[in-house]
């Protein structure tokens, strides 16, 4: 389970991130709302660790901003005592739980089960984008009757692409979102994978592709709307 905290106190993020870590989620940190909301957006989280008073975008704003964007990935809000005001609104605006500062990582791993648990939206285990359609479970790719088999990072990279067509992926990014960032992993690992994608791709005579934007990454075009 992949779990986003977003958290400007660095020595209570760096804990929870290890505690969090021990209990086997993944877990990746912003330490200001604008790299928070950038992660938000992507959509891959299974849930958010959310604090209020962040640098460059506070948290309401963040809130609002991604159920404003359709995204239902469930949010914990991590508040003050003196933030009561601010926790009403953010339940308002969509978040499904929150805790007072300082708590109990029992209960907030017990909060996490619980919120998880009460997801009732359906997991979606077809991706389509252009003339392609992913199987999640089957790791397949598939053109019309045409298909072939990812590996378990191929089918990962093409979900993250898939799930991303309108913005560019810097090669850091999907370091982040495939390997993890403290993964011993270099460009050249991105660059390798995105060649057997490209060669799947072909293969299927599909209309999708990837594209490089030298110096800032890559993008997936070839879906309805692309122009």
């Known amino acids: 389970m992949r779990l986003l905290l977003i958290e400007d106190e660095k020595k209570l993020a760096e804990t929870l991130v290890q505690l969090l870590r ?3 989620y993944l877990v990746d940190v912003s330490y200001d709302g604008e790299d928070g909301l950038y992660n938000a957006l992507t959509g891959i989280y299974d849930l958010i660790l959310l ?4 640098p460059k975008v506070d948290g309401l704003t963040i809130l609002k901003t991604i159920r404003k ?8 809000m991590l508040t003050a005592k003196s933030e009561i005001d601010d926790t009403v609104t953010g339940l308002d605006y969509g978040a499904d739980d929150y805790l007072a500062k300082p708590f109990d990582i029992k209960e907030l791993l017990a909060r996490i089960r619980a919120n998880v648990r009460r997801r009732n ?3 979606i285990d077809l991706l389509c984008y252009g003339d392609l359609k992913l199987d999640k479970e089957t790791l397949q790719l598939n053109k019309d009757s045409k298909a072939i088999t990812l590996t378990l990072k191929e089918a990962e990279l093409m979900e993250l692409f898939m799930l991303n067509s309108k913005i560019t992926l810097s090669k850091d990014l999907i370091i982040d979102k495939i390997w993890g960032f403290e993964a011993e992993v270099d460009y050249n690992h991105v660059e ?4 057997f994608l490209r060669k799947k791709l072909k293969f299927l005579n599909s209309e999708v592709a990837i594209f490089t934007l030298r110096g800032v990454g890559y993008t997936l075009k070839g879906g309805e709307g692309d122009v």
């Open 22 to 24: 021990k209990e086997s």
């Open 192 to 195: 390798v994978y995105i060649s």
């Open 51 to 54: 604090d209020i008073m962040l």
């Open 121 to 123: 939206e359906p997991v």
């Open 69 to 76: 964007e359709a995204i239902q990935t469930p949010v914990i």
